[in-house]
């Protein structure tokens, strides 16, 4: 039995104490505001401070239940605990169980909204309640902030090129993790599809990745291993990223 602590967004929260009851190992779950993703400096601020304030040998690994999230990840270092990280490129591809199946949906539907009852559950007032569309919708309030701070004129620019953003999206996407009771979220995901005149899906997630990476079960090819002493940098091709050895 190994120990490892699993560094994660509340994006993932039920999925991932789900998949740490039932894993092998003694696993403690430390969860963080998904808000952050919006400012990927910070978020990786945060991150390395989590990673940096672990006692050395209380863990055999520190797992980053994370994707590439905005470049958020993409400059961690490892100190004296290995780092494992899934090769993603967000946390879509977590609550799919691959990369081969997000990128089937990308192909079919490019623009989708994606929501889930562990995200929409934990949104902040105000925030974007679908994930991957951080800054594309904007609420009554966030209108009349606009108006007070640049004028009316200004505000409805502002509106006007939001708006377009969401002119490419097609689809809206409720994952059911089948944790929980979503359908309250799922109506409202449904809502909006009607609303825009969008395809609405029911999607069936899968936990296959997340449960790889708190049994331990880290194949090269799905996950990247940190060594200490090494840092997390972006990478061309399928590997998406990579560890180099720390300045």
């Known amino acids: 039995m190994k120990r490892f602590l699993a560094i994660t967004c509340e994006a993932l929260a039920r999925s ?10 003694t696993v403690t779950v430390s969860l963080f505001k998904q808000g952050l993703h919006n400012r990927p400096k910070g978020l990786r601020q945060t991150l390395q401070s989590q990673i940096d304030a672990t006692t050395e040998g209380a863990y055999d690994a520190i797992l980053l239940v994370y994707g590439m999230c905005g470049m958020s990840t993409v400059g961690l270092r490892a100190r004296h605990t ?4 899934p090769r993603a490129h967000d946390c879509i591809t977590l609550y799919l169980g691959s990369r081969e199946r ?16 562990d995200y929409m559950e934990r949104s902040e007032p105000g925030s974007g309640v679908a994930l991957g569309v951080a800054g594309i919708e904007a609420t009554e309030a966030e209108y009349e902030k606009y108006v007070a701070k640049y004028g009316q004129e200004t505000a409805d620019m502002l509106i006007e090129e939001l708006r377009k953003w969401s002119q490419h999206y097609t689809r809206a996407v409720f994952i059911d993790t089948g944790l929980g009771d979503g359908s309250e979220f799922e109506r409202i995901a449904r809502a909006k599809a009607e609303q825009e005149g969008w395809v609405f899906e029911r999607m069936r997630g899968d936990r296959r990745l997340l449960n790889l990476l708190i049994s331990g079960d880290w194949p090269d090819s799905e996950f990247l291993i940190v060594p200490p002493g090494h840092v997390i940098q972006a990478a061309y091709g399928d590997e998406l990223v990579r560890a180099v050895p720390a300045d």
Do not use: C, K, M
């Not at 991932?16 to 190992?25: F, T, V």
């Open 102 to 117: 997000y990128q089937q949906e990308f192909d079919r539907h490019p623009g989708t909204y994606w929501y889930s009852l």
């Open 82 to 85: 290995p780092l494992v990280i």
């Open 16 to 25: 991932i104490y789900a998949a740490a009851a039932s894993s092998p190992n």
